[in-house]
């Protein structure tokens, strides 16, 4: 199994352009995640699902939208990005069954917005 | 909605010596409580956990415990070694209202050799 996997690692943008973050998870699990990171911060939980075609809004959803229109993936689109978004992105899958709940993250991507 | 707070913001201790990292939550239907490392340029990774029916839980070197009366948990380490020194997490969820985690603003610890 690769577990979460986010691409790109990196990316710089310029003010005003989108852009999507992959994330797709091979293990089968209902739950997805997107969380930013910003520096000497703990994370913010953007947009979750409990599967597919369901999202729901999390904590900081402004300038962010979701789908998740399979299982394995769930990309996250910024529209008009701005240096408010410079962060660090980590996706996340959760498997609810048999009473576990342990979150696994991605590599996450580094995004700058100048 | 959920408001966690974590305490200290850096750790520096010997190497051998005890770490003790003390989080608050603030929504009484939060029942289940990660704690995560995460490691410079890396990803969180899970490294305990505890559910509101349990007082306090122990693997090897690391254990939490809970407060669910005070609404405080705490992560402890002992015997700490050099490898310990990252960043730790801890999180908060209503895993049976909801499905969100709140997290801490994360405590930096450092062991000295």
């Known amino acids: 199994n690769a577990g979460v996997t986010q691409t790109p690692k990196f990316r710089i943008l310029k003010i005003g352009q989108s852009m999507t973050l992959q994330c797709a998870q091979d293990?089968?699990?209902?739950?997805m995640y997107w969380y930013r990171q910003d520096p000497g911060m703990g994370l913010k939980l953007i947009y979750y699902s409990v599967g597919a075609g369901i999202t729901d809004k999390g904590e900081v959803p402004n300038g962010y939208n979701v789908s998740r229109s399979t299982t394995e993936d769930f990309p996250l689109r910024l529209e008009l990005a701005a240096p408010s978004q410079t962060s660090v992105y980590f996706c996340?899958?959760?498997?609810?069954?048999?009473?576990?709940?342990?979150?696994?993250f991605g590599a996450g991507t580094r995004l700058s917005v100048l | 909605g959920e408001n966690v707070e974590q305490h200290p913001s850096t750790l520096s201790v010997q190497e051998g010596d005890s770490a003790v990292i003390k989080c608050t939550y603030s929504d009484s239907a939060s029942n289940y409580f990660p704690w995560y490392k995460q490691e410079l340029g890396k990803r969180p990774q899970l490294i305990i956990d505890i559910r509101s029916n349990v007082g306090e839980k122990k693997d090897q070197r690391i254990a939490v415990t809970l407060n669910k009366t005070a609404k405080h948990f705490s992560l402890h380490i002992t015997e700490t070694q050099p490898e310990d020194s990252a960043v730790y997490f801890c999180a908060a969820s209503p895993l049976v209202t909801g499905n969100q985690f709140y997290f801490g603003t994360g405590t930096s610890l450092t062991v000295i050799p």
């Open positions: 293990m089968n699990h209902n739950y």
């Open positions: 996340a899958s959760r498997d609810s069954t048999g009473g576990v709940n342990i979150q696994y």
